[in-house]
Nanobody, 124 residues
C-alpha cells in the first residue's frame, strides 16, 4: 500500500518551533518531489514549501521564507519541515504530497499521493 504519513504537529506558543515529518511507505521518495501544503479554516489550501527529488532545489511561500526549512533524508524515506518562529497565522492542517518527477509543481492536482494531514496550532 502506497501512503504518506505526516507527524509532528501539535500545539505551540507563538515564537515556538515544530518539526513535521512525512514518511513514505510502499514506495521510495528518491524519484519524487515533495510538497508541503496547509489548509487553515476558512481559507483555501496553499503551498508552503517544496523539495525537488534530490533536495537540491527548494522553494517556499513568501509567508514562511526565513522561518521554515524543508529537508529530506531519502535513506529514511522521509521529508521534514522545520518550522521556527511560528505565528498564529501558521495554524492549519499541514499535508505532504508526492509528485513523481524531479521538479516541484505549484499545482496541487499534479501531486500523486497525499498524506492525511497533521494539525498545527499556534496559540498562547
Amino acid at each position: 500500500q502506497l501512503q504518506l504519513v505526516e507527524s509532528g504537529g501539535g500545539l505551540v506558543q507563538p515564537g515556538g518551533s515544530l518539526r513535521l515529518s512525512c514518511a513514505a511507505s510502499g514506495f521510495t521518495l528518491d524519484y519524487y518531489a515533495i510538497g508541503w501544503f496547509r489548509h487553515a479554516p476558512g481559507k483555501e489550501r496553499e503551498g508552503v514549501s517544496c523539495s525537488s527529488s534530490s533536495g537540491g532545489s527548494t522553494n517556499y511561500a513568501d509567508s514562511v521564507k526565513g522561518r521554515f526549512t524543508i529537508s529530506r533524508d531519502n535513506a529514511k524515506n522521509t521529508v521534514y519541515l522545520q518550522m521556527n518562529s511560528l505565528k498564529p497565522e501558521d495554524t492549519a492542517v499541514y499535508y505532504c504530497a508526492a509528485l513523481e518527477r524531479t521538479r516541484c509543481s505549484e499545482y496541487e492536482y499534479e501531486y500523486d499521493y497525499w498524506g492525511q494531514g497533521t494539525q498545527v496550532t499556534v496559540s498562547s
